[in-house]
């Protein structure tokens, strides 16, 4: 079964702080994975894409890994600032077949003072 | 600014009720998708269309109809029959179906 699943579900921590979301994913074949980071109440917003031969990939304070053999992802946040408090999304697209996309449930950030 | 606008940001859905939601694209996108986001889970694809006059359902289209006359539109109704229907709905669109995938900001639909 085509799954994406991550850890933790929700997370607080004090800004200036680093922090490591993870993604575990079972799709296959597998495409490509992006983090999205959504505001409550907003559309999500993509940070990162990662294919295959993709091992890391940075944006700003955001590093994300991808170990495809081990089929897992992880989005590290450095420096952590209040408005990165939102949720994070772990996307796998599928190749091939007509949904393609595969969703986690996110995690829920909070950065507090 | 191109973007995908949603409209309402809030919607209240009477008993016996259908409701439509509102998804405008100045992108120039030939796809275009419906999600539902519901607290502790991923997106589901309720609907989606890769060209003007064609959709195909998603994994949870029941209860649900869309329309795609035009490019730049794709309207959602949720209808009577979806006894479930509280949740925040999410438009997308991108230049085909192989493509990333822009969101709009989302409408919550609650029951009065």
């Known amino acids: 079964k085509n799954q994406v699943e991550q850890s933790p579900q929700s997370l607080i921590i004090l800004e200036g702080k680093n922090c490591t979301l993870q993604c575990n994913y079972t799709v296959s074949p597998f495409s490509n994975l992006r983090w999205y980071k959504q505001d409550t109440g907003r559309g999500p917003v993509s940070l990162t894409i990662m294919t295959f031969s993709e091992n890391t990939k940075s944006n700003g304070r955001y590093t994300a890994t991808l170990d495809a053999d081990t089929k897992q992802s992880s989005l590290h946040i450095t420096a952590s600032q209040l408005s990165d408090s939102a949720s994070y999304i772990c996307?796998?697209?599928?190749?091939?077949?007509?949904?393609?996309?595969?969703f986690g449930a996110g995690t829920r950030l909070a950065v507090h003072p | 600014d191109g973007g995908i606008t949603q409209s309402p940001k809030y919607l209240f859905r009477k008993e016996g009720q259908n409701v439509t939601l509102s998804c405008e694209q100045n992108l120039n996108h030939d796809a275009m998708y419906w999600y539902r986001q519901d607290p502790g889970q991923g997106l589901r694809l309720i609907y989606y269309?890769?060209?003007?006059?064609?959709?195909q359902k998603g994994d949870i289209a029941e209860g649900y109809s869309v329309s795609r006359e035009k490019k730049e539109s794709f309207p959602l109704t949720v209808t009577s029959a979806q006894k479930n229907p509280t949740a925040f709905y999410l438009c997308?669109?991108?230049?085909?179906?192989?493509?990333?995938?822009?969101f709009g900001d989302g409408t919550r639909l609650s029951i009065l």
């Open positions: 996307v796998v697209r599928r190749a091939g077949g007509y949904n393609k996309l595969i």
């Open positions: 997308a669109s991108s230049e085909n179906v192989d493509q990333p995938q822009h």
């Open positions: 269309s890769q060209i003007v006059n064609d959709f």
